[in-house]
């Protein structure tokens, strides 16, 4: 498996041997010749464990580009690059593959993409581009209706199945419309040369799957394949790395390390499958299975409660987590009548560890974790009433609005003519009768001479394959492109950029466009204004004016709207750093997995939020067990105080109803409510008693 000698010069010589880490993580670190589990229970080392496998993998011999590093999110990567950098040198780390698996697809199909008719300059759609897309193919207008056809297919896409499959697999009309809508859908994507982001997995598997040359290249190509956060895989990702490590050559073969926890599998719902973790033993019968126990995170006390909680649910691999940190602070419960006063408590309690603690305890130590995203209103505004800073992980950027997103593809239109995306995004937002038949054409047309859309729709050339009326509102939009480009190198000035912004806006009929698209005129009213706050954050920064829209607080020299577009990339990254705020962080639980805070709430743990079910549900023991285990990445974020908040009432819609203790309270065992009977229990036992006082009562009557 393993060839080429290991220089000395090729990293840092003091690597070897790996220091510090405990007996587990360096059987880990050192099965190098088959496929090995390493089940990482919480706060486990598993990121030290990674990087040092890789560095292990290096002085065995193998170069750094066979060595591929896969993990979900770019963040995760960039922390799992940066750490191998430390760990093995630059000069090592420039040439690792570590990168998520969407990254690794687009890799890919750049190399080989032809194989399955896509040219290397493919597009890749966002999210509202699809959902644009999607409402083109099933002539709606209707916005929710799309989105659910969104979510149905990149459900079907991550089991691995086309429009075909799906329709095979539909279970009623509306399941049966949305496979109708898939192929349609699937027709424009081919056409207009793009992919969505579940493309970026299913397509490679395909490429794999259909050509064995392309298949052995990448096989040869990576030596050792690493995965990690291996339970959150879906069936189509499990199929690519199963082919990216099935070598024809036995010695060669299932050369891999996943690295994963059934107890943290929590995205059931968009595709990930515990099944992946049950078919590894089965499919690679000589598989290493190394658990992971020891927690550097938290302190005994939370741990204990973590693995009270997580018992209740069945085992595939045995692990139970420790800690030698000591036993620390007790896990609190805090009881609340209500939304209002969780909050008011959850303020009191970051309140008073910092008035105990001082100035070494930091806003940004704390964190407030709930079930839902609507719970953080209360915490919210109660926050703001103490002037306490905070932010939403995981919530909406206002980069991210599809109507920012939109006006900065025109703006990046102005800049990059050849950007293809951009110029998708802009021709059909808003619509301007040019169908996807026409963009389908032009696009062939590009591919066929190597040019890019814009470019290809003044080609002299395209009334071969386009009618004339196309051509003509293909140029008509060009002209309009190259007019306004020309305007904004010319218009500098807050005043002068706004009027030039806003005429531009009125010419394509934007705003009626917003409205056109919201059932609900108060959405659209906030759209548009969130149009009106980005024209004004342009105009300021052409003006040379101080802004501090997304964030940012920033005076910059006075400038055109054209090289203020050509800024925008740039300007949006700085927006949308946030990391080294010093800020307390609300956060779902689902977007708190991988973090961790010295001081954690964990708020709304009432049945019906926590375990979370709606009127209509119905709690089968596969959610139960899920919900089961989003409980257990909430508390195991916590390192040194965590604090549980029940509510007694809680409000459903415009009622306020009684609210039940969430059943895994009970499981928790909290050393300070060793008598605290659940309270489903409690009336069950009064029932009981007052039926027995009624029985006895009636006997002597009687006798």
């Not at 590093?69 to 922390?79: L, P, R, S, Y």
């Not at 891999?256 to 590894?280: E, H």
């Not at 209740?312 to 209500?338: A, M």
């Not at 309009?480 to 010419?507: C, P, Y």
């Amino acid at each position: 498996m393993i060839r080429g000698p290991f220089h000395p010069a090729f990293m840092p010589a003091a690597l070897s041997p790996p220091v510090g880490l405990n007996p587990a993580q360096l059987q880990a670190v050192h099965h190098l010749d088959g496929p090995c589990l390493v089940v990482a229970g919480a706060g486990s080392g598993k990121t030290r464990v990674i990087t040092h496998k890789i560095a292990r993998l290096l002085q065995a011999g193998l170069e750094p580009g066979q060595i591929a590093a896969i993990t979900f999110t770019n963040k995760a990567a960039q922390e799992m690059r940066e750490r191998a950098k430390a760990l093995v040198g630059p000069r090592a780390a420039k040439d690792l593959a570590v990168s998520t698996f969407h990254s690794l697809g687009v890799r890919l199909l750049r190399e080989d993409g032809s194989a399955v008719g896509l040219k290397p300059e493919f597009s890749i759609l966002d999210s509202d581009d699809v959902l644009s897309l999607l409402r083109d193919a099933g002539a709606t207008t209707d916005a929710k209706l799309a989105r659910q056809w969104q979510w149905c297919i990149s459900l079907w896409k991550n089991q691995g199945l086309d429009s075909h499959g799906a329709a095979a697999a539909a279970q009623n009309d509306n399941e049966r419309v949305a496979a109708r809508v898939m192929k349609l859908f699937e027709e424009r994507l081919q056409a207009y040369q793009a992919v969505d982001f579940d493309d970026l997995i299913g397509l490679p598997l395909k490429l794999l799957q259909r050509d064995a040359t392309v298949r052995l290249k990448w096989q040869d190509r990576f030596h050792h394949v690493l995965v990690d956060e291996y339970q959150d895989t879906n069936a189509v990702q499990y199929e690519l790395m199963k082919l990216l490590v099935s070598h024809p050559d036995p010695r060669r073969a299932a050369r891999f390390t996943a690295v994963g926890d059934d107890d943290q599998s929590i995205y059931g719902w968009r595709g990930a499958t515990i099944d992946n973790l049950k078919r590894l033993p089965l499919e690679f019968p000589q598989l290493r299975v190394i658990p992971l126990e020891q927690n550097y995170r938290s302190t005994a006390a939370i741990l204990r409660a973590a693995n009270h909680v997580i018992a209740g649910n069945p085992k595939l691999f045995e692990k139970k987590l420790w800690s030698d940190l000591g036993e620390g602070e007790p896990v609190r419960l805090l009881e609340c009548d209500g939304e209002e006063h969780e909050a008011e408590r959850a303020v009191g309690f970051v309140q008073a560890l910092r008035g105990n603690g001082g100035p070494s305890i930091k806003l940004s130590d704390f964190a407030i974790l709930y079930r839902a995203n609507h719970q953080a209103r209360a915490f919210e505004q109660k926050l703001r009433a103490a002037q306490i800073p905070y932010k939403v992980s995981g919530g909406q950027s206002f980069f991210d609005k599809a109507e920012i997103k939109d006006l900065c593809a025109w703006l990046r239109l102005l800049v990059n003519q050849d950007d293809d995306p951009a110029f998708l995004r802009a021709i059909t937002t808003p619509k301007r009768g040019i169908g996807h038949q026409t963009l389908g054409k032009l696009g062939e047309f590009g591919s066929m001479w190597k040019t890019s859309l814009f470019e290809s729709l003044f080609a002299p050339s395209l009334g071969a394959v386009l009618p004339a009326k196309a051509v003509g509102s293909l140029h008509e939009f060009g002209r309009f492109v190259n007019d306004l480009a020309h305007k904004a190198g010319q218009t500098s000035g807050a005043e002068d950029a706004k009027a030039l912004l806003m005429e531009w806006l009125r010419e394509i009929g934007y705003e009626q466009h917003l409205f056109d698209g919201e059932d609900n005129e108060k959405l659209a009213t906030a759209r548009w204004a969130n149009v009106l706050d980005f024209v004004d954050w342009i105009g300021k920064r052409c003006g040379g004016e101080i802004d501090n829209l997304g964030g940012m607080t920033t005076e910059t020299p006075r400038r055109t709207v054209l090289e203020v577009a050509q800024t925008i990339s740039v300007i949006i990254s700085l927006a949308e750093r946030g990391d080294e705020q010093d800020v307390v962080t609300l956060s779902t639980l689902h977007a708190a997995k991988g973090l961790e805070w010295p001081h954690v709430v964990l708020a709304g743990v009432n049945e019906g939020l926590l375990p979370f079910k709606s009127e209509d549900d119905e709690m089968t023991p596969e959610r139960l067990e899920e919900e089961r285990r989003l409980m257990y990445v909430g508390i195991t974020r916590a390192r040194q105080t965590l604090a549980v908040s029940t509510l007694r009432r809680r409000k459903r819609g415009r009622e306020l109803v009684m609210a039940i203790p969430s059943r895994f309270i009970l499981e928790m065992k909290l050393h300070d409510t060793p008598n605290r009977e659940d309270p489903r229990e409690k009336l069950k036992r009064m029932r009981q008693e007052l039926a027995a006082k009624v029985a006895a009562s009636a006997k002597v009557e009687g006798a």
